[in-house]
Each structure stands twice: as structure tokens, then as C-alpha cells.
């Protein structure tokens, strides 16, 4: 069992950067793949990034590829999003997750991660 909080977000105008920290509790943080995940108002939640478990690889999804950075700090049991050159549709609730899996293509989806963080709002605005 894992306990993910996630913190960092608040409201940006566009442009600007915000870098958000999900910090897990639990079994040991290094055996966890990590992702990130966002929700925007009716829409479904979509797969943003994820890193392996010694943050050697990374998946980002297209449209945040050289924008946003994911990394880890296993001795402190976080997984950071940098998020740079913030963009209006970057806008939603970002979730945090974590799995005992292996790094591929099903990174992607939500189905594959056993634990999930509360979520935490990032706005941004023109």
C-alpha cells in the first residue's frame, strides 16, 4: 500500500511555470513506477508523463513534450512535474500515480496504476 499527496499547484498565467511534487508514503518509493496524469472539466483524464523507477526513462505525451519535465527523488519519496511555457489547455486537476509494473507503452493509461494521489488544481490564465 502507497499514499500519494500531490502539492504545487495554484493559479499561472500563461507562460509562466509551476512545478508540482507528489510525495508518497507507504512501501518503498523506489519499487513504484511513477506517472502524472490531468483531468480538465468534462473531459476524461488523460496521461501527461511517467518515470521508471530509477528515472532513467521517461514517457511524455505529445503536447508536453519540451515544456514538461518529470523527475524523482527516491531518498525523499517525491516525483516532480516542472511544467514550463504553460499553455491555457494545460489547464485541470493533475493526479499523480504510482505502479509496481514495468515500464511500457501502458504507462499511458489510467488502467494500469494501482494507487492514486487526491489531485491538485493547476489554473491558467490569458
Known sequence: QVQLVE????????????RLSCTASGRTFSTYIMGWFRQAPGKEREF??????????IYYRDSVKGRFTISRDNAKNT????????KLEDT???YCA??????TEAVRLTSTYDY???????TVSS
Request: glycine share 22%.
Open 98 to 103: 504510482a505502479d509496481t509494473g514495468g515500464l
Open 79 to 86: 516525483v516532480y512535474l516542472q511544467m514550463n511555457s504553460l
Open 116 to 122: 492514486w494521489g487526491q489531485g491538485t488544481q493547476v
Open 7 to 18: 502539492s504545487g499547484g495554484g493559479l499561472v498565467q500563461a507562460g509562466g511555470s509551476l
Open 92 to 94: 485541470a486537476v493533475y
Open 48 to 57: 501527461v508523463a511517467a518515470i521508471s523507477r530509477s528515472g532513467a526513462s
